[in-house]
């Protein structure tokens, strides 16, 4: 044994860092990621990055070669754009609570009840899906208009009940945003109630849990992570919306994305639309790091 | 414990799953303190058994009473009785600790009271300590096998029920978990109803036996009858591997094999035997330096041999039929393969069962 140690370790040559790197660029790994990574540049991060530009610019420049400015961000904080995304946010929570209430059983009855029936209520649930969300809104719109709309015209000619304007009320809103988004919150949480082993549900059972019980000690906990990313991506894109408040909501419900809207269009001031932009992406992003943080998607996934 | 009250009765109890019928009119008394065993190959029903019995489904016909209370309706979370799963149905989400204390704390029970009846669980199926706070996923499978226990035992339930947890387990630690769960049994003096497809485990560990085929109980007895006094033929050829000869009853009580065309003497014959079988178990063959050595005899030559550690197997061919022969390592047969042999038995070591 003594004399194995005086056996000099044979020298394995370094590959420099220039192989290393082309090596991992060759790898399959990222060779598939190539084409969404393109795209993730052209269409996602160089936009941003425009935005983000353009918000450091002087009001109404439509060039980013200008000088650097923090007056649109000061310009928001002084002003009354805090109503705004009060507004949005407000509605974006009250849309995912909302979504999450009435989710759950559906989403239960999706994955452990229906059965063979589950296919035909889950195409049921994703037709109006096929069909542009602006009509759909337009159907909302001639269903609840005054006078001629179908239901306060039907309310009206049959009991003669005056419901008056059911539009242009924040709840008309709140109610379009939780039809719209929707199946957002119900597809991850079907995924996530899937992902609850019935043997688990039985022994929680034989081991003494009532109906309550198991849910908050076994199907919550297991079908988490599912609800959390529906509630995480109905928030963003509800924090985004514009068409529900702008058909149904008139002046009534002033979003944040209108505010947006206006600035890029009628205001023609970009640096401040930028602005109000990258701030509501800073704040919904801070929310969804702390969100994703709780999250294990491999296991979602089915990974492990 | 002869004249001792039954704390589970199963009367007539049938379960159908629209037009199959799974459990078909089980009729059973299992003792308080028993170590009870439903052995039955995959299909025959056993789990469902169990199911019926722990509460997870309800029975389509018949009863079930739990120390003279019927049970029938009653949902698994009332039912003192607490069930291993054949999966362990392990919280992953959750510790050792909180798995094991999960029917504590849908109790109420306090924090403190938890850890203290979780860690003394811990103690008697040989977890270490420190166990406590690990998750389950992080457990080999002979430790989530303990997990499984302790948390079914720690709401101190009359009756236990196991469903086959032992069989994703490799032989050897299964073979020690087997002697641990029998251990256990004593140590806590509980009722134990264990379901396996493998008699061998079966032996081990239980009291009696109880053997399912086709949704009906066949023949229920100790390890002891059900191994030297099968009821049929499935029964026998359940037990491992035996030497079975179709037979039918001749002349003068003796019994008549048409495949060799001789007969043979005849062990006590069920009443009314016409045809049927003669099974002679493996260790009970030996191999004859001359007829007279045995009752009855059979010429063929040695196909092969195996060994089994402590002993070795021969598989002699003669006619159509390949016999098994076992014997002692030390006794071994000297010879070589494809020898002329002669194997014989006694006629007080077969048994006759019909079909």
Known sequence: MADRTQVPTPA??????????????????????????????????????????????????FDLGGTFTTENYKHIFTESYYISFIWSFALAGLTVACNLLIGYPIAYGLSKLFGRWAAPVMLVLVIPLFVSENVRLFGWYIFLIKGGGILAGGLKTAFGIDTGTLLFQPGTVLMAMIYVYLPFTLFPMVLGLSMVPRDQVEASRDLGASRFQIFREVELPIAMPGILIGALLTFVLAVGAISEAKLLGGQNTPVIALDIQHEFTFAQNWPLGSAISVLTIVVTGILVVLVMRRLDLDRLLGRR | MADAVPILRMVNLTKQFGRLVAVNDV?????????????????????????????LEKPTAGDIYLRDERVNGVPANRRPTCMVFQSLALFNHK??????????KMRGESRRARRERGLSLMKLVQLPEDYYDRSVTKCSGGERQRVALARALASDPDILFFDEPLSAIDYRLRKLLEVELKDLHRTTGKTFVYITHSLEEAMVMSDRIGIMQEGRLIQIGSPNEIYLQPRNKFVSEFMGEVNTLAVQAGANGGIDCPDFD?????????????????????????????????ENHIAGSLFNEYALGSRVQYHVSAGDMMFVVEKLREQAYQGALNDDVLIGWDAKDSVLVTD
């Open chain 1, 12 to 61: 394995i040559r370094q590959p420099g860092i220039l192989w290393l790197l082309l090596g991992w660029l060759r790898s399959p790994g990222v060779l598939s990621a190539t084409p969404v990574l393109v795209f993730f540049v052209i269409g996602f991060v160089g936009p941003l990055v425009i935005v983000l530009g353009f918000s450091f610019t002087p009001p109404r420049t």
């Open chain 2, 27 to 55: 009729t059973l008394d299992i003792t308080e303190g028993e170590f009870f065993t439903i052995v039955g190959p995959s299909g025959s029903g056993k789990t469902t058994l169990l199911r019926m019995l722990g509460g």
């Open chain 2, 262 to 294: 001789r007969s043979f003497t005849s062990p006590a014959r069920p009443e009314g035997f016409a045809a049927g079988y003669l099974v002679i178990r493996p260790e009970s063959m030996r191999f004859l330096s001359d007829p007279s050595e045995a």
């Open chain 2, 95 to 104: 510790t050792v600790g909180q798995n094991i204390e999960f029917s504590l």
